[in-house]
């Protein structure tokens, strides 16, 4: 079974006062296998975060249809929801006036799920921010910040974990061991990861697949060893 299969999926943004329409993502189709690292490349404004925000259930796509394990998010939200966790650009989904460890109860807690402190420390101390676990997130850097948003993601047990520009204003250090840690979650740890990103570096370190998308489309798909040999 497909982690994920997306088929003809559409999303068009219509503007409030003018009714303008604009076609954010225009009938992309691809599927991301277990285990692997799947990632969305292009330029600003490709529908990256739109292909992002519909498969983790926060925009209805206007055509088209999402799988995740089997399940359609269409017709069985629930369950289809159920193995993702996503960590979106920006980190807006991180209560900032709370700590890492706060957020990680309050999140697994949203699932149904009780969080041990011992499972939390295990994780916070795998990212190697377990000395940051009782500070307020808005006073931590962005590095510590994008980890406690893994930490969160993580916290919930989610099986396929989507990430939207991870690596977006780290500085070179930061982002090189957050690519290791991506490496190590689906090695080590069995995840799935899509991530969107514009930044060949990441893909070229982590990616076992790319998708390149560009204004809506998506105009190449394929091995990432392959797609190099070509560059
Ligand atoms: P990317 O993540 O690749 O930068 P986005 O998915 O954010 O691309 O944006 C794709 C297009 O959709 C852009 O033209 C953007 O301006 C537009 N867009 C994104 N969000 C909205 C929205 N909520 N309403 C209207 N247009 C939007
Ligand atoms: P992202 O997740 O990529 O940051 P945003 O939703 O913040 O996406 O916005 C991406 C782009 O879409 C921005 O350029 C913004 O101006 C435009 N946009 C966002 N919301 C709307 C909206 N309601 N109407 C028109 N354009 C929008």
Redesign the pocket.
Known sequence: MKALEVRDLVKV?I??KSREK?V?VNNISFDVRRGEIFALLGP??AG???T??MICGLLRPSKGSIEIFGNDIQKDRKSALRHISAV???N?NLYWRLTPLENMEYFAGIRGKMLKKAEAFEILKWLGIENKANDLVQQLSRGMQQKTALAVALASDAKFLLL??PTLGLDVKSSVEFRKILRYLTEEYDKTILLSTHDMNLVEAVADRVAIMSQGKIIINEDKDKLLRVF
């Open positions: 943004y503007r409030r604009l954010a600003n404004g990256k975060s739109t992002i925000k979106l650009e920006g807006r939207d520009e």
